[in-house]
C-alpha cells in the first residue's frame, strides 16, 4: 500500500466567517444583529479567502471563505434596509394632525 496524501486542513477564519454570515442572515429582522456580523463575516472571508490563495494547497476552505463574505453582506444590507424601513413607519406612525 502506498503512502497517501494529508487532506488540506480548513482555515478557521473561514469557518468563522461562514458562522457568523448565517447569523447575521438568521438574525437580521429581530435584532438588527446583521449591521454587526455581517461587516465581520465579510472581513474574515476575505481575510481567509487571501490565505487559502496564499497558503500554496496548504490550506482549504475557500468556498466556505466565500460563502460566508456573501451571506455577511447579504445580511448587512437586510438588517439595514430593515432597520430603515422600521424607522420610517415608526415615524410616520407617531405623527398625528391635530385640527
Known amino acids: 500500500m502506498g503512502a497517501g496524501y ?3 486542513r480548513t482555515d478557521g477564519l473561514a469557518i ?14 429581530p435584532f438588527c444583529l446583521g449591521i ?17 490563495a496564499a497558503s ?10 466565500l460563502a460566508g463574505l456573501i451571506l455577511g453582506v447579504v445580511g448587512f444590507l437586510a438588517s439595514a434596509g430593515w432597520a430603515i424601513t422600521w424607522f420610517f413607519i415608526v415615524s410616520h406612525a407617531t405623527t398625528t394632525t391635530t385640527p
Do not use: E, K
Open 16 to 29: 468563522g466567517s461562514l458562522i457568523a454570515g448565517i447569523l447575521s442572515l438568521v438574525c437580521f429582522w
Open 56 to 65: 500554496g494547497g496548504t490550506l482549504g476552505g475557500g468556498g466556505l471563505g
Open 36 to 52: 454587526l456580523l455581517g461587516p465581520a463575516a465579510g472581513i474574515m472571508g476575505f481575510i481567509s479567502r487571501q490565505r487559502v
Open 6 to 8: 494529508a487532506a488540506a
